[in-house]
């Protein structure tokens, strides 16, 4: 008997093929399965719903790299260059009022690196920030964001208005944050490197930070298309985006901020 099944076994596909072709089994194939141990049953519809779960996620990545492909393809530096250039940086208006909290967003979790090697998780909420950690939440937050060098202005023309008429409170704080895409600096020791003699503040309310590697899922959440503006976001202390406003300020959207954060610091 044990030889028949042994025999019957060694004539049919493995595992792999038959669960990947199911219409092809031999008929064979069920009358030995049938014959087998509870315990080896067991492992294979394991391995069974492991394969299907397999091609399923396999499926699923195939699907979003094609829809990111298609994305990224559909925009380009000729076409970002010519909407800034057209509209001097200006993709839309910043906001004039505050946004309500209850319709407010909230900003996608971030890891960014300062300078001095710290590692944050942003935006510093009560979600983000454990009882051992010394960071304070901040009523008001501004955080830049630049995925250009040609950007990194255009955040200095919010953030230093800003400090300069909010630098007595306490309760504020400001991140100027630069994606950086290139896998070179995903190496420990290059990152290392590199934030060893990047850019830094010695202002404890203005932070210089880096975030390295894909940022794609960040842009797609944000709606962020054209990476030569900058774009500036006010959060409340619970992460919420409050207001928002694209390129270099003017005097008209920093009175609006302003008037904005303060509102923030009074809730």
């Not at 019957?8 to 087998?36: C, D, E, F, N």
């Not at 091609?55 to 990545?61: G, L, P």
């Not at 704080?173 to 950086?180: A, K």
């Amino acid at each position: 008997m044990t030889a028949k099944l042994l025999g019957r076994l060694l004539q049919l596909p493995t595992v792999a093929s038959a669960l990947l072709a199911p219409g092809k089994i031999l008929p064979a194939a069920y009358t030995a399965v049938g014959s087998l141990h509870p315990d080896q049953h067991g492992r294979i519809s394991f391995r069974r719903h492991f394969f299907d779960l397999h091609k399923m996620v396999d499926k699923e990545a195939i699907k979003k790299e094609k829809d990111r492909l298609k994305d990224e393809l559909s925009r380009g530096y000729f076409a970002d260059f010519s909407e800034i250039h057209k509209n001097s940086g200006k993709i839309a208006p910043a906001n004039k009022t505050l946004i309500p909290s209850m319709e407010a967003a909230m900003f996608p979790n971030m890891v960014v690196y300062c300078s001095d090697g710290r590692r944050l998780k942003l935006p510093l909420s009560d979600q983000n920030v454990n009882n051992h950690s010394t960071e304070i939440i901040p009523s008001a937050t501004l955080l830049c964001l630049s995925f250009r060098a040609s950007s990194q202005r255009m955040a200095e023309s919010w953030s230093a208005p800003f400090l300069e008429i909010l630098d007595a409170s306490t309760n504020v704080q400001v991140y100027e944050v630069s994606f950086i895409e290139s896998w070179l600096f995903l190496l420990n020791p290059m990152k290392n490197i590199f934030l060893k003699i990047a850019r830094s503040s010695s202002n404890p309310l203005r932070r210089i930070a880096y975030s390295f590697g894909d940022h794609y899922d960040l842009r797609k959440e944000l709606q962020i298309l054209n990476l030569l503006t900058g774009y500036i976001f006010l959060l409340d202390r619970h992460g919420r985006i409050r207001w928002q406003g694209f390129g270099s300020a003017t005097t008209e959207e920093v009175s609006s901020l302003l008037s904005c954060a303060t509102l923030l610091l009074e809730e």
